[in-house]
């Protein structure tokens, strides 16, 4: 905050925007990489165009601030030792424990003492005052240890940090800096950043793609575990999207790109994350502002502890050192690193599943969620018809037959039964005479004999079916299949039932839904009610809600929140748009397909998969759950401290073992995230 209120303040700065969860300074206006530097000079800030930025990869014992800690332990062990072979007060030990202080202090003290000119109170002003007041009333030894442990938790703070943001500079690291892009007939290497739409990349086994793109020509496996966070490779083929940041795993690839870099799904994937790890959570707002108060009253206490006791008779010099112990102990850093810590390793955890969370607000709704309505189609059902049942005497011949005629209708239906065909290495023959008859079949010609094959009613309208053959076709409906029947010159042949097939893992996630205390589990569908319901009881679900238009699941969302409150909606991120956009959370299926999934939805399910639901809510109240634990850390342990004021046993060591303990606990506390798994 004290940075970008720095850089607001240059002139000809209109705005101006720091993410420090991905270590991102966005500026708007006439300034200079130098000017930014200098208005983050009090904390040594380094300032580079993002297009020059490398990561930091400095070896754990080669940082500046590891260095400084282990210079500072040494003085101060030697110091130790030589205040016990001669007294605290020997000049040699009192010279040992002020470099001590000054090596692992000088960049807290340049701080600390720039902030109190300028009546700007945080951590380093309420240290500087603490170890100043130590050196005056002859603290020496006490003085070195608090500076000591402040390193360390500086040090191991920075640490943590850099973990949790690793989450974002992994994803940055993802897509290739360069590809090799046909040009005429040359092949030539190319920066990402120069690649135009419409150039063709050659993408050979082994080698990561660079950019979204169509397959022009060729077949392999591509593993899209970084942009939807399943290991199994999805095979591509002419005419088959593909993301830029995937393996290419067998085959060689021709691919025409379709995006710029700026705009590919791993980018706009970084965005997001980037952007989510900035918004602040509910509690971490309610932090800030209690932090903001409480500051000026620790300081005001700390004042009081040291006045008002010698006033009645009490000794200056223990008062004024109680005094500086509440000032440390009140540090507010570890109440501050509470939430946001938390919430960049929770959404960077997940962004590495393939769940997109878009900020700490959508984290902790999910958490509160006790009801969740579906979309059905392409969400609990795979989205696209599959032949459910073939009955026939002779199934091949009858299939070859059928698929022939299917093979010239375009209708979905039609194909689902070729597609069904061509797995079962059945080949279409030719056809004579072909006609489609608009809304209830299609005939033709196949080796002479007259074929129909279409709607159960017109099939009955044109030939005797015998009555087994109907009640099995209305069972079949019932259970939400579309049945077609098949006459060759007037005589029945048998039928084909075609459905939307439930996804196999969707029975399984309502059951771990139900498990996690999701309450009720709803299905809002455009689909007919006979369809909907026999879906809804396969599935186990509460309630089932059919023939909806998308402004009628609309309403049936602010119902469920009337009702239950926190409500969450899971659909497509398309057709859908309103619900998500009216539940508590929206959350759009296969982000990784649709940009629309990606701008819409609060949270997008980037590898199409519903079993992410589960992680995703589980990751949620364990976050939820670490932040009340972090919260109850940081203020129990500076009670307790500063109850220890009554006794007068509390300490400036102890002090500082409470302020910098209670920030440790909380970071590596919130570190626990990493480890939540699908």
Same mark, same amino acid.
């Given at each position: ?311 009645f008779g009490g000794d200056w010099q223990t008062w004024i050192y109680q005094g ?46 006790? /009801?969740? @309505?579906?979309?059905?189609?392409? =969400?609990? +059902? *795979? ?5 459910? #049942?073939?009955?026939?005497? $002779? ?101 084909? /039932?075609? @459905?939307?097939?439930?996804?196999? =893992?969707? +029975? *399984? ?5 139900? #498990?996690?205390?999701?309450? $009720? ?65 929206g959350i759009a299926m296969g982000g990784a397909g649709t940009d629309a999934a ?24 364990? /976050? ?55």
């Amino acid at each position: 905050m004290k940075f970008e209120n720095n850089i607001k303040s240059l002139p000809n700065v209109d705005a101006a925007i720091v993410n420090f969860g991905a270590s991102k300074v966005a500026v708007i206006g006439n300034v200079t990489v130098q000017d930014i530097e200098k208005a983050g000079a009090f904390d040594g800030i380094k300032v580079a165009p993002i297009k020059q930025r490398k990561e930091e990869k400095t070896a754990f014992f080669k940082r500046k601030e590891n260095v400084v800690t282990a210079i500072s332990f040494v003085f101060l062990v030697i110091g130790i030792i030589a205040s016990f072979m001669y007294e605290e007060t020997h000049p040699l030990a009192i010279g040992l424990f002020v470099i001590a202080i000054v090596v692992g202090g000088y960049d807290m003290f340049k701080s600390g003492l720039l902030n109190l000119s300028r009546f700007y109170f945080d951590m380093k002003t309420l240290m500087t005052i603490a170890i100043i007041g130590a050196a005056i009333i002859g603290e020496w030894r006490e003085g070195a240890v608090v500076v000591f442990l402040f390193a360390v938790s500086e040090a191991l703070e920075a640490y943590s940090m850099n973990k949790a943001r690793q989450s974002i500079s992994q994803l940055m690291d993802i897509a290739p800096p360069s590809a090799t892009v046909r040009r005429g007939d040359h092949l030539v290497e190319v920066d990402t950043e120069f690649i135009q739409i419409n150039d063709v990349l050659i993408v050979k086994p082994g080698q990561k793609i660079a950019m979204d793109g169509i397959v022009l020509k060729g077949a392999s496996s591509v593993n899209q575990a970084s942009i939807t966070g399943e290991a199994v490779p999805a095979y591509k083929t002419t005419g088959d999207e593909v993301f830029a940041g995937t393996l290419n795993e067998e085959g060689s690839l021709e691919v025409k790109v379709t995006k710029r870099v700026e705009d590919t799904t791993i980018a706009k994937i970084i965005h997001l994350v980037e952007e989510a790890q900035a918004e602040k959570a509910p509690s971490q707002k309610f932090v800030d502002k209690f932090a903001k108060y409480y500051t000026p009253v620790i300081i005001a206490i700390a004042f009081l502890v040291a006045i008002v006791p010698p006033l009645f008779g009490g000794d200056w010099q223990t008062w004024i050192y109680q005094g500086l112990a509440v000032l440390v102990v009140g540090c507010p850093c570890a109440l501050v690193v509470s939430t946001p810590v938390a919430i960049v390793t929770a959404i960077g955890n997940a962004a590495k599943q393939g769940v997109l969370i878009k900020g700490g607000i959508h984290l902790e709704e999910i958490g509160r969620i006790r /009801a969740i @309505a579906f979309d059905k189609t392409g =969400t609990l +059902t *795979k989205g696209y018809p599959e032949v459910t #049942v073939v009955e026939s005497e $002779h199934p091949n011949d009858f299939i070859q037959k059928v698929m022939s005629i299917e093979a010239y209708s375009q209708h979905p239906l039609a194909q689902a039964i070729v597609k069904y065909g061509k797995a079962e290495h059945i080949h279409a023959l030719d056809v004579d005479d072909f006609q489609s008859i608009t809304g209830k079949g299609a005939e033709g010609t196949v080796q002479g004999k007259k074929w129909s094959v279409g709607s159960v009613a017109w099939i009955l309208s044109i030939i005797t079916v015998p009555t087994k053959v109907i009640e099995r076709t209305e069972q079949l409906q019932s259970e939400g299949n579309t049945v077609m029947l098949a006459a060759e010159d007037g005589q029945y042949k048998g039928f084909i /039932a075609v @459905a939307d097939p439930i996804r196999t =893992t969707s +029975t *399984k996630v309502l059951e771990q839904l139900k #498990v996690a205390g999701i309450k $009720h589990t709803v299905m809002l569908t455009g689909d007919d009610t006979r369809t909907a319901n026999a879906i809804a009881a396969k599935l186990g679900m509460s309630d089932v809600e059919a023939g909806l238009m998308p402004e009628q699941k609309l309403t049936a969302i602010k119902a469920l929140k009337e009702k239950y409150g926190a409500v969450a909606m899971v659909g497509d991120g398309v057709n859908d748009a309103p619900a998500l956009a009216a539940a508590s959370v929206g959350i759009a299926m296969g982000g990784a397909g649709t940009d629309a999934a990606l701008e819409t939805a609060d949270v997008a399910l980037m590898a199409d998969d519903l079993e992410k639901l589960p992680y995703t809510i589980r990751l949620s109240r364990k /976050a939820l759950h670490i932040i009340k634990e972090n919260i109850m850390f940081a203020l129990g342990l500076k009670i307790i401290a500063l109850l220890l004021i009554i006794p007068g046993w509390l300490t400036l060591w102890i002090a500082i073992f409470a302020d910098m303990g209670a920030t440790l606990l909380v970071v590596l506390n919130s570190l626990r995230l990493l480890k939540v798994h699908k």
